[in-house]
């Protein structure tokens, strides 16, 4: 009889047998129905959201609470939705069957890892924290860096990078065309029936990720006229935040509460950890140095700790640096170029306050979807050395699809 070292062995290096994926396939089939909060239209999913009756100026000032959306992506069929989940949940995408996207982005921790910077499979830390996946679909640059302009492009970067979940493209390609569950999977979503292929994985990956949207929270009912559901210290921080003295809402612009630019505000590094000049890279401009992708605001209760790099433990810290007034944490021998909405506000004591009671009014999770109970790998989606989530919270989330 093996050992059950030996079982754990199994289970994070060898794919499933034929007859669990046989057993497993049982179990699995993609979903039909569009997520909540979308419909169904000529076979695919369109997002149906009250901000698509206003037509306001988006991207223009600071933006009023009737904003309208920029473009955003969907148009994925129920089906190929499904399947990202599946696939988003799975360790069989990582190098070694350790790790899932879903270990990094966890649904009950606003789609991030509560972590200052994440862990990969080396078991080490990454150099940035995982920011929230909710509503990427809105957005046009991804990474903290801003070094991709799609979600294809964002779902490659982790999936090949060494210190993320370290496969290569062979390996990823061999693994889920080894597994009878998954090809017969992709043939459904796809509707085709040759080898699963990358831009395949890429789009369902997308598809899932577009789906997780985030647009109804007492905020939103606020900006859709329901009053009373913003107590008055919210809508004092609401006032606030949106004030030509704060200037919070210069870039993160309602009702994304993200202008998806990239800033540079000057936040610092963790002790002990070099300077990380960010945005530099990617755009080669000494500008850019030490700038990153202005982050949503929504969930952000969910996602501590805060900054590209976990600096700040809770959010009145994080408000608190930008009281503390323009470059207050710039290195004595360094030159940033400061965004030139960073300021010397001056708030009060009671005004940071009032913020940070405004940013609790953006929490809306109830399109969170379903972690899976089982996978087509037969790997466990709950991984308890990654801090991934338990099945017991998997209860206390609101089922919208799937398994």
């Not at 994926?21 to 999913?45: H, M, R, T």
């Not at 080898?195 to 789009?203: A, F």
């Not at 940071?352 to 466990?380: C, H, K, N, Y």
Request: glycine share 8%; charged share 20%; net charge negative.
């Amino acid at each position: 009889m093996r050992s059950f070292l030996a079982v754990l062995v199994t289970l994070a290096f060898s794919l499933p047998s034929q007859a669990n994926e046989v057993d497993a396939g049982k179990a699995f089939s993609l979903n039909s129905q569009c997520p909540a909060s979308f419909s169904l239209e000529n076979g695919v999913c369109r997002l149906v959201s009250q901000y698509q009756f206003y037509d306001s100026v988006q991207g223009r000032g600071v933006g009023g609470t009737q904003t309208s959306l920029p473009p955003y992506r969907d148009g994925f069929s129920p089906k190929q939705i499904d399947l990202g989940r599946i696939l988003f949940f799975d360790p069989l995408l990582s190098k070694d069957g350790s790790i899932s996207c879903a270990s990094c982005h966890q649904p009950d921790k606003g789609f991030s890892d509560d972590l200052d910077r994440s862990i990969g499979v080396t078991g080490e830390k990454v150099a940035r924290s995982a920011p929230t996946l909710w509503n990427v679909a809105f957005l046009d640059k991804f990474f903290w860096d801003a070094r991709s302009n799609t979600l294809e492009e964002q779902a490659m970067g982790p999936l090949f990078d060494p210190k993320e979940m370290g496969n290569t493209p062979e390996k990823l390609l061999h693994d889920l065309n080894s597994n009878a569950v998954y090809k017969s999977l992709f043939a459904e979503a796809f509707e085709h029936g040759g080898d699963i292929e990358l831009n395949q994985i890429y789009k369902a990956l997308t598809a899932f990720q577009s789906s997780l949207i985030s647009l109804n929270s007492r905020y939103d009912q606020y900006a859709h006229g329901y009053h009373q559901a913003l107590t008055s210290q919210e809508i004092k921080g609401m006032n606030v935040f949106r004030s030509f003295v704060a200037r919070c809402a210069e870039c993160h612009q309602p009702p994304l509460f993200t202008n998806n630019q990239v800033a540079v505000i000057g936040a610092p590094e963790p002790e002990g950890q070099p300077f990380d000049i960010g945005a530099e890279k990617t755009f080669n401009h000494f500008k850019m140095k030490g700038g990153f992708k202005v982050p949503t605001l929504r969930n952000i209760v969910k996602t501590p700790p805060y900054m590209h790099s976990g600096r700040y433990d809770n959010l009145r810290e994080a408000v608190a640096f930008y009281n503390d007034g323009r470059g207050n944490a710039v290195p004595e021998d360094m030159t940033l170029y400061i965004h030139w909405h960073i300021t010397s506000p001056e708030l009060t004591e009671d005004e940071v306050d009032a913020i940070v009671a405004f940013l609790g009014a953006l929490t809306d999770e109830s399109l969170t979807p379903r972690i899976p109970d089982t996978l087509p790998s037969g790997l466990p989606p709950v991984d308890s050395n990654y801090q991934q989530l338990t099945n017991t919270n998997n209860n206390n989330l609101k089922l919208n699809n799937g398994h």
